[in-house]
Structures are given as structure tokens and as C-alpha cells.
């Protein structure tokens, strides 16, 4: 049966009550999750299986950004561009919207979301921007994705947000720009902006770490943690000189640890990484810049560059076990590692910034 008719199937049997609640199974098992443009020109959610097979597509109102997926039924939210007002949450079986989430007034989201360990509630971040202050969104998942309430994120600008794993602690990367709708995406605050990392447990601000004074204009944008709960961010630099390092890691209670390499590692970014993740063993981080088209994988014992590689406008990247999946805004899809795929597949797809794994 096709999966079109498969999902439709399951659906009217749902409805009556006659078989289990689905699993990730039923909507074809994605390993991961991406946002991406059509050649004809609709957004649409993209399932993809650890075969780099496009096992679904479900539309979109509008450009993705990120996405979350639910950790024990087939559901996922997806996140509009920053400074998007709106996210969709999707039955990945039917296909079917089953609520949206709106930003309150005054606010607008960042592109990325996190489930609590048990998938009752989401949490995303967002901007207040009259007051110029990052927030986390509090939403409960078991209720029809109801808000139930917010926290202060700990910084300026709250981009991607994490959780720690077994456990319900939240790691927030405030880039520390400040933007406000009514300048678009204008940076408002470069020469007094402080990234941080913030850490927040049920509500609480329990801990931040911040770079340097001469590194403040290093947004801290993206987010991966290894099962040991390390945590590696991926930065932007905003300044006009040569950037420094544009990777580090952090572990609660200790101190930001940097690369010690050449400019030109941070250089061949063009200062901007649009993505991060870590290997599933631990043993790998990789990152990506669009802008520079190039993927960098570093040792996390001594983040010294181990491996690089040119790709054109890539950008998403996740882990397959001790290797990595990156796609690209070319429609390009490819695993990288010691067992490499010989050639990358080709889609009829633009993949947004992020490859998300489930």
C-alpha cells in the first residue's frame, strides 16, 4: 500500500478506535526531520529515513526553519523563519495540522523548540521585543499545545534551545542581538551585545556562561549535546575583523573551552555556523556553513580540525551514528564518515537550515 493511502488507512481506523496509538513506524520511520522549499515553490516538512529516503512531505504555510520531533508518537512541530509569529504541529501519519501555536503579542519565535523528557510539554524561545529580553514559551503538548506559561531565557536573543540528557534541564543559546519587527532583521545592539549559554531548571536560571569581552560579538546560535550531557555551540561572528574561534564546549560548573587553531579554520566559515552536531559515540563534531560552503569535523578531546570539505549552500547536519547526515539548499543529501556514500543524492528539494534528528 502507498504511504498516502497507508496514512488515510490508519487514520479512519484511528478514528475508530481500532488499532494501537501509531508510532514513528506508521509515518514511514524518519530518522530525521527537515524543512524545505518545493522547485515549485511550497514549504513543505520533510520526513527522511536512514536510508536518505523522503519518506514524507507535509506542507507548510510558510518557510521552516526547524523542527521538534515528539519522543513517543508520530507528531512534530515545525517552526517558522525567524522573526516568525507561528508553528504548526503535524500528525506525521494523516498529514493532517492538529493545532498551531502563535506567538503572544509583542513576541515572535527564534525557530527552534524542545519536548520535556516525557513529550508533556514544549518549550521555545522566543523574543520580547519591547523589552528587549529573550523568553522561554511554556506550551503543554498533552493539551492541545496550550500556553501555559513563560521564563526569562537568560539572555538576549534566544536562538536554539536543547535539554540535557535524562533529565528535564534546558540549555538555551542567547546570541545576545537584540531585533525588533519593526527594523526587520536589523542587529540593534552589536557593540554592547553578551552571548551566553544559559541553563534552566523548571523555570530557573541555575547557571550561564559567557565568552570573553573581547569575543562578545560571537553569537552563540546552535546547540548539540552528547550523551554525557557536553554540550558544543556553533557561533556567527558580527564583527568587522578576522573571526575567531566559531566552535566551543561547555560542561554545567565549568568553563567554556575554545579551539586553538588558525584564522583561516574560522576564515573558511566566512564567521558563520549555520549548524552543529555531535556524533552519537561522542567521538565527533561536526559543523556547517552555508555561507562558506563547507563542512568542518573537529575532535571534542582537543577541538583541533580534523576533516573539512567544500558543499555548496549546506547547512543541515545530524548524526548517524559515528558518522553524519548534512544536507543542503541544492537539494543535496549525503552521508559523511570513514564509510562514506561515493555520491551524494540529489533531490528536487531546497533543504532549509536544519537537519533534525529523531
Not at 519593526?182 to 550561564?208: F, H, S, W
Amino acid at each position: 500500500m502507498a504511504l498516502t493511502g497507508r496514512r488515510q488507512f490508519l487514520g479512519g481506523l484511528l478514528a475508530a478506535g481500532l488499532v494501537p496509538k501509531p508510532t514513528w513506524a506508521d509515518a514511514g520511520s524518519p530518522a530525521f526531520l527537515s524543512a524545505a522549499a518545493t522547485k515549485g515553490g511550497s514549504y513543505v516538512l520533510c520526513g527522511i529515513d536512514a536510508g536518505l529516503n523522503v519518506v514524507f512531505q507535509l506542507p507548510l504555510p510558510d518557510r521552516g526553519h526547524a523542527a521538534a520531533g515528539h519522543p513517543s508518537r508520530p507528531e512534530a512541530v515545525a517552526f517558522a523563519r525567524r522573526p516568525g509569529t507561528f508553528a504548526v504541529v503535524i500528525d506525521c501519519v494523516t498529514g493532517r495540522q492538529t493545532a498551531v501555536l502563535n506567538a503572544p503579542e509583542g513576541r515572535h519565535f527564534y525557530g527552534h523548540g524542545a519536548f520535556s523528557a516525557d513529550g508533556s510539554l514544549l518549550y521555545t524561545t522566543e523574543n520580547d521585543f519591547e523589552a528587549g529580553r529573550g523568553r522561554v514559551g511554556v506550551w503543554d503538548a498533552a493539551s492541545g499545545y496550550a500556553r501555559i506559561g513563560e521564563w526569562d531565557s537568560g539572555g538576549i536573543g534566544p536562538h536554539d534551545i536543547k535539554r540535557l540528557p535524562n533529565s528535564d534541564i534546558l540549555v538555551v543559546a542567547n546570541g545576545g542581538i537584540d531585533t525588533h519587527p519593526d527594523t526587520g532583521r536589523t542587529k540593534l545592539n552589536l557593540p554592547t551585545m553578551r552571548p551566553n549559554l544559559a541553563y534552566i531548571d523548571q523555570g530557573v536560571v541555575v547557571e550561564t556562561a559567557e565568552l570573553s569581552r573581547d569575543m562578545h560579538k560571537n553569537s552563540i546560535r546552535h546547540l548539540a549535546v552528547s550523551g554525557d550531557g557536553t554540550v558544543v555551540f556553533g557561533m556567527q561572528w558580527q564583527g568587522d575583523d578576522t573571526p575567531p574561534p566559531l566552535v566551543g564546549l561547555h560542561r554545567m560548573g565549568g568553563a567554556i573551552t575554545l579551539p586553538h587553531g588558525t584564522d583561516e579554520t574560522a576564515r573558511a566559515m566566512d564567521g558563520y555556523i549555520g549548524s552543529i552536531a555531535f556524533a552519537e559515540n561522542g567521538k565527533a563534531i561536526a559543523v556547517t556553513s552555508p555561507r562558506g560552503g563547507r563542512i568542518q569535523v573537529f575532535d571534542p578531546e582537543t577541538l583541533g580540525l580534523s576533516y573539512t570539505k567544500t558543499s555548496a549552500d549546506v547547512c543541515g547536519v545530524a548524526p548517524s551514528g559515528r558518522q553524519f547526515i548534512t544536507t543542503s539548499g541544492t537539494g543535496e543529501i549525503e552521508r559523511l564518515g570513514q564509510y562514506a556514500d561515493a555520491n551524494p543524492r540529489h533531490l528536487p528539494l531546497m533543504f532549509d537550515n536544519h537537519l533534525v534528528s529523531l
